[in-house]
């Protein structure tokens, strides 16, 4: 069993920055991705970003390109999403999955960090 605590969400304007943390436990596995999502009210969950184990791979949701950046540290079994230029649409609770496939799919999920972006 894979478990994840989501950590760094919070009130901040518009314009401005944050770093979510997605710190992991149980067993882990190289072939697959980790990612981030969302879910704002009455709106479906949707995908964000994910990376492969080495962090050689990454790919973004296209309305996220540019602004944000999913990053890893294997030695402290955590993954972080930079979130820049934020926008009141970014308003969301933000989760982290392991493991994930292409097709966006995962298997665990964490509690999710809430983040509000103020205009």
């Known amino acids: 069993q894979v478990q994840l605590v989501e950590s760094g969400g919070g009130l901040v304007q518009a314009g401005g920055s944050l770093r979510l943390s997605c710190a992991a436990s149980?067993?882990?596995?190289?072939?697959?991705?980790m990612g981030w999502f969302r879910q704002a009210p009455g709106k479906e969950r949707e995908f964000v970003a994910r990376i492969n184990w080495s962090g050689s791979s990454r790919y973004y949701a296209d309305s996220m390109k540019g602004r944000f950046t999913i990053s890893r540290d294997n030695a402290k079994n955590t993954v972080y999403l930079q979130m820049s230029s934020l926008k009141p649409e970014d308003t969301a609770v933000y989760y982290c999955?392991?493991?994930?496939?292409?097709?966006?799919?995962?298997?665990?999920w964490g509690q999710g960090t809430q983040v509000i972006v103020s205009s």
């Open positions: 149980g067993r882990t596995f190289s072939s697959n991705y």
């Open positions: 999955a392991a493991p994930c496939y292409s097709d966006n799919s995962c298997d665990y």
